[in-house]
């Protein structure tokens, strides 16, 4: 009998050594859901440590209030790479712990017990109603703690209300806030006032609310936060912003004015007003806040608000007097940074900035066509310091590829046929992923309307940038989500040859944008020879052509309109070539004779053609003028497509092209004679070339990387 043999037990491993907790100098704590002044002022110390040389750790404390995302100035320092995010539970030591909103902690803070730190202060910035020694006591299992006031009326009445306190010697500075050149980065036609809401920010009644920001006052007024709902409905030319879409920096950033009037004296603006003094905007708030907000601000009644800012307004001695004593102010609100007894730096802070070049995420809708694609190539391709990333909801990776651009493909709503609500908040959600993933520290957006997912994406980022590349000659279409247009650092209108016949819905809104030349995505020296695009396309560059290209028949019936041109030009010894869309369906093979034409983009074939049937898009509207190729231009009437017709009707007008009503193909065998016929053909071409080759890619990609490409780096300070 065979005996098995027990196994000899393992020897015993020696524990692995415990990890030291990672070090920072400073950690602050917060409720970093929490949007506005709170999240405003975080961001403002995380920069001032960081450009101090000192590693910043950020604690999340949930609260009564918290939201499901960061808020957006806060997030955008993560994004930077100024602060990191850490659980405390896994261990973490700081040189000294600041803690910030401690109205909000209700509840002893289990989650710090991790923290290591030899000093804990509480910068405590308003005197509302919470019990202080509670959490002083809470707080001491931790470390020794100090309450920094931000005010000496808060001083007063922690002083006053809780003894056994121990208070800083000073108050606590504000950091000083970054000085930025230029106007108001935000696209608008009038003067933009606004407010920053929050518990007790407000004004207590819409009477009084209608007396500051009076309606027909020439100004558009904006709100990073609703109004309280039991005041009233406000009026509806007011414009309200999720908090957490827009980062407290994007929408001061936009402003021409501040305006504060709060129901609460004691809710404290101080990083708010200290930003806008700096960038020399103008605040408004009641004499009553003077003793804390010094000599910077224009102090007014509710009632003579509207008239202290129309002086301010119309008055340069006036307007230059108020910009000189708001910087000052300014200068008086912030003082000495790192905070007060600095230790020094444990270790080398997060850089301020990715290496290499900043990425801006590149955004295309689900169009009929490639246009939108078209267009966001043709600027990329001159971005020579910016690396652009293209997310397409146009099933066109593979063309953006061929450029040497990476791509990300999300379904469109179309596509998928979800509910948009849904949809959009998926799309939200993953493309706050891919700004996260990338980096990104801008979007620009070529599509019919930017949804709510996108602009609340880019602004939940804090620090990314938003720029539209909206369409003109809108014709009868309405522009979906046009009122978001105000959450754009920038709005670039591609030219239009036809802008005389442009009645659309965007005309009336033109000072908002920055208008260029026509957009092409190919300079007329990158088409491909006769000889070279016949031999791709099989043609024989001997005998006349003809392209046919009217789009992707999402809305029409193109199948009608080739069989009717097919035939007109039967026995005419013309080659013909159809195109054919990749995000259509594949035509029927109705005409075994002609060649399916599928690459992009198109336009590098069009030597070998003598003419084009063609529809009346953007793109190839300017692509026959640029390239000065005889058309027949048959154009899409649909009443969801850009104005197609308007077009058509000016390019005949001027000579540039025939215009054939698609409800009427009467004239369609005599227009194609026209074709056939070369001096007809010279003269068109003569036309169109004589016009100044577009350069709008490039002057689109100037601005785009004048506002969004610049990265996010440290920035210049007050000394």
């Given at each position: 009998m065979t005996r098995r043999r027990k196994p000899l037990p393992e020897a015993p491993h020696a524990p692995e050594p415990r990890a030291a907790p990672p070090e920072y100098d400073v950690a602050i704590i917060a409720d970093m859901t929490v949007p506005g002044e709170t999240a405003f002022r975080i961001a403002g110390e995380v920069e001032a440590f960081a450009a101090a040389g000192r590693s910043v750790a950020l604690i999340h404390l949930r609260?009564?209030?918290?939201?499901?995302?960061?808020?957006?100035?806060?997030?955008?320092?993560?994004?930077?790479?100024?602060?990191?995010?850490?659980?405390?539970a896994e261990g973490v030591s700081a040189g000294r712990a600041i803690l910030h909103a401690p109205q909000l902690i209700d509840a002893p803070p289990a989650r710090l017990r991790g923290l290591r730190t030899p000093e804990l202060t509480v910068v405590a910035d308003r005197t509302a109603d919470y019990d202080a020694t509670a959490l002083d006591g809470w707080l001491r299992r931790i470390a020794p703690v100090v309450w920094a006031p931000t005010a000496a009326a808060v001083r007063t009445t922690l002083g006053a209300g809780h003894p056994g306190l121990v208070l800083s010697e000073g108050d606590w500075p504000l950091a000083a806030p970054p000085v930025e050149t230029g106007a108001p980065g935000r696209a608008s036609a009038r003067l933009v006032i606004g407010q920053v809401g929050g518990q007790g920010a407000f004004p207590s009644s819409l009477e009084e609310m209608r007396t500051i920001y009076p309606p027909g006052g020439g100004y558009e007024v904006r709100f990073l936060g609703a109004p309280p709902a039991g005041i009233g409905r406000p009026p509806d030319d007011w414009r309200t912003i999720e908090p957490g879409d827009m980062s407290v920096a994007q929408f001061l950033r936009r402003l021409d004015a501040l305006l504060h009037y709060p129901a609460d004296p004691n809710v404290p603006v101080d990083a708010i007003v200290a930003w806008c003094l700096a960038n020399g905007r103008p605040v408004l708030m009641e004499p009553a806040l003077r003793s804390r907000y010094g000599s910077g601000p224009l102090y007014a009644e509710p009632g003579e608000a509207a008239e202290a800012l129309r002086r301010y307004v119309v008055d340069p001695v006036i307007r230059t007097a108020t910009e000189r004593a708001a910087r000052a102010g300014a200068r008086r609100m912030t003082g000495a940074w790192p905070a007060t007894n600095e230790p020094a730096p444990r270790r080398a802070a997060p850089k301020a900035a990715p290496a290499g070049k900043p990425r801006i995420l590149f955004v295309t809708s689900n169009g009929t066509g490639l246009g939108h694609v078209s267009r966001l190539l043709a600027i990329a391709r001159h971005l020579d310091h910016v690396e652009p990333v293209f997310v397409t909801m146009a099933q066109a990776a593979a063309s953006i590829e061929a450029f040497g651009f990476t791509a990300e493909y999300l379904p469109s709503q179309q596509y998928t046929g979800t509910d948009p609500r849904l949809w959009d908040g998926w799309?939200?959600?993953?493309?706050?992923?891919?700004?996260?993933?990338y980096n990104a520290v801008g979007v620009v957006y070529d599509g019919n309307g930017p949804s709510p997912g996108l602009v609340g994406a880019a602004g939940a980022r804090g620090r990314c940038g938003l720029a539209w590349i909206r369409g003109g000659m809108a014709g009868r279409a309405t522009v979906p989500h046009i009122a978001n247009s105000l959450h754009f650092d920038l709005i670039v209108e591609p030219g239009e040859a036809a802008t005389g016949e442009d009645f659309g819905e965007t005309v009336r809104r033109r000072g908002e944008v920055e208008l260029v030349e026509p957009i092409l995505l190919l300079d007329p020296s990158e088409l491909l020879s006769r000889k070279e695009a016949a031999k791709a396309l099989g043609l024989d560059p001997k005998r006349p052509a003809a392209l046919i290209q009217l789009g992707t028949g999402s809305n029409r019936d193109v199948v009608t309109l080739i069989d009717r041109i097919v035939a007109g030009l039967a026995g005419s010894g013309t080659q013909l070539a159809i195109a054919e869309w990749s995000s259509a369906a594949a035509l029927p093979p109705l005409w075994p004779d002609a060649v399916i034409v599928s690459g992009h983009p198109l336009a590098q074939y069009y030597r070998a053609f003598d003419f084009t049937i063609a529809a009346a898009g953007y793109n190839t509207f300017h692509e026959i003028i640029a390239y000065g190729m005889p058309a027949i231009l048959v154009a899409n009437g649909h009443?969801?497509?850009?104005?197609?017709?308007?077009?058509?009707?000016?390019?005949?007008?001027?000579?540039?092209?025939?215009?054939?009503?698609?409800?009427?193909?009467?004239?369609?065998?005599?227009?194609?004679?026209?074709?056939?016929?070369?001096?007809?053909?010279?003269?068109?071409?003569?036309?169109?070339?004589r016009r100044a080759a577009p350069k709008g890619a490039a002057a689109a990609a100037r601005l785009i990387r004048e506002r969004l490409g610049r990265g996010a780096p440290l920035v210049r300070r007050h000394a």
């Open positions: 609260s009564a209030v918290s939201r499901p995302r960061i808020a957006p100035d806060v997030q955008g320092c993560v994004g930077a790479g100024l602060a990191d995010p850490v659980q405390p799309f939200r959600a993953e493309l706050e992923f891919l700004i996260d993933v009443e969801a497509m850009d104005d197609q017709l308007a077009r058509a009707r000016y390019a005949e007008a001027n000579e540039l092209a025939l215009a054939l009503d698609e409800r009427d193909l009467t004239e369609l065998p005599q227009m194609l004679k026209v074709m056939l016929s070369e001096p007809a053909r010279a003269f068109l071409r003569d036309n169109c070339l």
